[in-house]
T-cell receptor
Framework: AQTVTQSQPEMSVQEAETVTLSCTYDTSESNYYLFWYKQPPSRQMILVIR??????QNATENRFSVNFQKAAKSFSLKISDSQLGDTAMYFCAFMSGYNNNDMRFGAGTRLTVKP | KAGVTQTPRYLIKTRGQQVTLSCSPI?????VSWYQQTPGQGLQFLFE???????NKGNFPGRFSGRQFSNSRSEMNVSTLELGDSALYLC??????????????FGPGTRLTVL
């Protein structure tokens, strides 16, 4: 079974600085997708970034980028120029390419951006 | 386009009762997935419906059930409620092309409290 591990329950960063959230996963499959979702306090979960396992190039979305290390099964999220609005729970998620829509989530990292 | 909507947003029930939650996906999306979010267990996959059929199922007891209607709206039902069923229930929809995994878009959730 696939598992997703986020080893940092809480992190904090100063506004405008850069922070990296860690995620590792375990799978024997070769076709899969990885996601980072953001859940702001009392607000709904939104997709931050997505990575297809067959793509070697790391995904980037504005200030958000990932470091995808397939051999190491690592998928970290880097947030550059952190903003107060980035304060949220961040979930790393894995989805098999063979079993659509059964998404497995990590325990989450609570990120606080300080002014 | 309207996002995923869930009703009701908040619900209080007592042990032994049953409850029905509703989810309306984004227009054009045919897949609806349900997740349970608790502080202790995190986000756990309940089941996924596609074209009125349950396509995937997580490791939850039979008290948890769902269905999907021809307009892709979905309901989940929990019978004989237990205190441990108190959670935020999230619904997510995706287009689900069948050729791979599509991005899931989440609703705001239904907060269920069992007394």
């Amino acid at each position: 079974a696939q598992t997703v591990t986020q080893s940092q329950p809480e992190m904090s960063v100063q506004e405008a600085e850069t922070v990296t959230l860690s995620c590792t996963y375990d799978t024997s499959e070769s076709n899969y997708y990885l996601f980072w979702y953001k859940q702001p306090p009392s607000r709904q979960m939104i997709l931050v970034i997505r990575q297809e396992a067959y793509k070697q190039q790391n995904a980037t979305e504005n200030r958000f980028s990932v470091n995808f290390q397939k051999a190491a099964k690592s998928f970290s999220l880097k947030i550059s120029d952190s903003q107060l609005g980035d304060t949220a729970m961040y979930f790393c998620a894995f989805m098999s390419g063979y079993n659509n829509n059964d998404m497995r989530f990590g325990a989450g990292t609570r990120l606080t951006v300080k002014p | 386009k309207a996002g995923v909507t869930q009703t009701p947003r908040y619900l209080i029930k007592t042990r032994g009762q049953q409850v029905t939650l509703s989810c309306s996906p984004i227009s054009g999306h045919r897949s609806v997935s349900w997740y349970q979010q608790t502080p202790g267990q995190g986000l756990q996959f309940l089941f996924e419906y596609f074209s009125e059929t349950q396509r995937n199922k997580g490791n939850f007891p039979g008290r948890f059930s769902g269905r999907q209607f021809s307009n892709s709206r979905s309901e989940m039902n929990v019978s004989t409620l237990e205190l441990g069923d108190s959670a935020l229930y999230l619904c997510a929809s995706s287009f689900s092309s069948g050729r791979g995994t599509d991005t899931q878009y989440f609703g705001p959730g239904t907060r269920l409290t069992v007394l």
